[in-house]
């Protein structure tokens, strides 16, 4: 987006995954990784699948979408799901199914583990495919007290739409202490101010789809999806925006005194926060806290972003705020499993992703 900037190097907050014979994370690995979390509220871990591997969750993805009968998610955007800009989906508690999900988390055991009791509940599985002309997310926070993953079942580009990130904006006891006691309210101030950028940008693109019928509008769209009275939290609709009706982002949020505080803290805020955007590799994997600020973007190019998704309970939570943010398939409802579980599943049994070749020294 040209009125905000967002980088796309992500070498910062990246580890490279290292398997012990097990086909666990080394110790080491686990404690950069765990660190990586503390720190930033997120940690992208690259090669921790193997071509293979990412291409039997690949065939679960487009089996699900495969499927008319398939279980849509509520949290993202409803409307570009009926429109087809985006298939957020969930998927069934399948043996295929949880042997991929298993795979993760026991591979990831070391680190999921030091958030996740066993005994915590595994909210969702879930498909996260986008499509060209899907709407951006407004930057939010999904509800707290949950660690999510991403896995990258191929190469994702940077037009394709990688999850964005704000580093150092998750939750935590002390956090609220720092820039004397201003840091949630300076957290708040930047969401605010690179939301009115992400309404813009929607609107601008949603014109040009209109004018030049690229990706072309299907009947009726441009009304739904900008004023439209039906709840959905990420399009740039004008009439929800005015009325108050959008939780993520309405006018009131924009009084004179927030604009004055948006000028004047515009460098101090520059400085505190940035926005990073990722575009992983096939077989990356994503961990990062729910409470972090972070959005999911508009896919920009003609080929399909399709990404992995699970998300697992740090704390107790009620079933009222977890299905506000996440998106249990029906199976998962009747039969619903912990972290424990998914350890004690037989995993997906496929050769684990190579060592990285190191060069000869002399």
Not at 174 to 190: D, I, N, P, W
Not at 322 to 328: A, F, L, N, R
Request: proline letters at 7%.
């Amino acid at each position: 987006m040209a009125r905000l900037q967002v980088s796309s190097d992500t070498s910062a907050f990246e580890v490279p995954a290292a398997l012990d014979g097990a086909g666990r994370l080394t110790p080491a690995c686990a404690a950069a990784a765990r660190a990586m979390i503390d720190a930033h509220g997120f940690v992208v871990l690259t090669g921790l699948l193997s071509a293979a591997e990412a291409d039997e969750g690949l065939a679960l993805i487009t089996a699900t979408i495969a499927d008319p009968e398939r279980r849509r998610c509520t949290f993202a955007s409803e409307t570009d799901n009926r429109h087809l800009r985006r298939d957020f989906c969930a998927l069934p508690a399948s043996p295929p199914v949880l042997g991929f999900a298993a795979l993760l988390a026991q591979r990831l055991e070391a680190v999921i583990g030091e958030y996740c009791g066993r005994s915590r509940a595994l909210l969702e599985i879930i498909t996260l495919t986008s499509y060209e002309g899907s709407s951006h997310q407004y930057l939010h926070r999904d509800p707290s007290g949950v660690l999510s993953l991403i896995a990258a079942v191929e190469d994702v580009s940077e037009e394709q739409g990688g999850t964005v990130f704000v580093p150092g904006t998750h939750m935590h006891p002390g956090a609220e202490m720092r820039q004397a006691g201003a840091t949630y309210a300076m957290m708040e101030l930047f969401r605010r101010r690179a939301n009115i950028a992400v309404l813009c940008h929607n609107l601008a693109k949603l014109w040009h789809m209109h004018r030049h019928r690229a990706p072309a509008l299907a009947p009726g769209e441009l009304r739904e999806r900008v004023f439209s009275t039906r709840w959905d939290q990420h399009q740039p609709n004008l009439l929800r925006f005015v009325l108050g009706k959008n939780a993520e982002f309405r006018l009131a949020m924009l009084g004179p005194r927030t604009l004055w505080r948006l000028y004047r803290h515009r460098a101090e805020m520059k400085r505190l926060f940035r926005l990073v955007q990722s575009a992983p590799r096939k077989g990356t994997v994503i961990l990062y806290r729910s409470d972090m600020i972070h959005a999911g973007p508009d896919n920009r190019s003609p080929r399909p972003r399709r990404l992995f998704g699970m998300s697992i309970a740090r704390d107790i939570i009620e079933p009222k705020y977890w299905h506000d943010g996440y998106s249990p398939h029906p199976s998962l409802i009747a039969a619903p499993l912990s972290l424990g579980d998914l350890l004690e599943t037989a995993p997906l049994t496929l050769a684990p992703p190579a060592a990285p070749v190191r060069a000869a020294t002399r």
